[in-house]
């Protein structure tokens, strides 16, 4: 991460709109807390109404499991570099029981050794966009395959979604998350 303070500016909660209040409550409620790339949308209200209704959807209620969209994530922010959602998402996708092995794979930057056809079909997705190419035929079939066509849409878009997340955390330098007790 890039060297000095962190740039988000938090929002008094006395002085926000109706629409800031409907949104957190939203959130809070979608998904149980209110994730930290809300501290940076709060600033546009409409952005952040818009923001929630897709993000607590692929959190909640995606046909990928939990295990399979957190290696996702992981992947698209190792791709923007952004540290603050590597480590969140690490030790997400830790909780999920991921086995080490492929963790510290991931970690070091090395192919991961996947047992999964579904997982491999998200890395394969997600290869084809990290060489800026269109995925292959071989790896759109499979991807259709496996994860279905509702699977392949939701994955594109927890890439999307997560691109945004990653950016936003890293341009404003979020601080790394406490380590866990």
């Known amino acids: 991460m890039s060297e000095g303070p962190a740039r988000y500016l938090d ?3 006395a002085t926000y ?8 409550t939203k959130v809070a409620a979608g998904r149980g807390r209110v994730p930290t790339p809300f501290k940076v949308w709060m600033h546009s209200p409409k952005l952040a109404d818009a923001i929630e209704h897709i993000g607590t959807m692929l959190n909640t209620q995606s046909s990928l499991t939990e295990r ?3 290696f996702a994530i992981v992947l698209i922010a190792q791709h923007w570099e952004s540290p603050f959602v590597i480590e969140s998402h690490i030790r997400f996708l830790r909780k999920t029981g991921f086995p080490e092995a492929v963790l510290q794979q991931l970690i070091a930057r090395q192919v991961p050794t996947l047992e999964s056809a579904r997982e491999q079909a998200i890395y394969d997705v997600y290869m084809a ?3 800026k190419e269109v995925a292959s035929d071989a ?3 499979r991807a259709v395959e496996v994860l279905g066509r509702d699977g392949l849409a939701e994955l ?5 979604y997560y691109t945004a997340v990653s950016m936003a955390m890293k341009i ?8 866990e007790a």
């Open 17 to 24: 709109s109706q629409l800031q209040k409907d949104v957190l």
């Open 68 to 70: 399979e969209f957190e």
């Open 129 to 131: 966009f990290e060489r």
């Open 156 to 160: 594109l878009a927890f890439l999307g």
């Open 139 to 141: 790896v759109f079939a």
């Open 172 to 179: 404003h330098r979020q601080p790394m998350p406490a380590p």
């Open 11 to 13: 929002i008094d909660p």
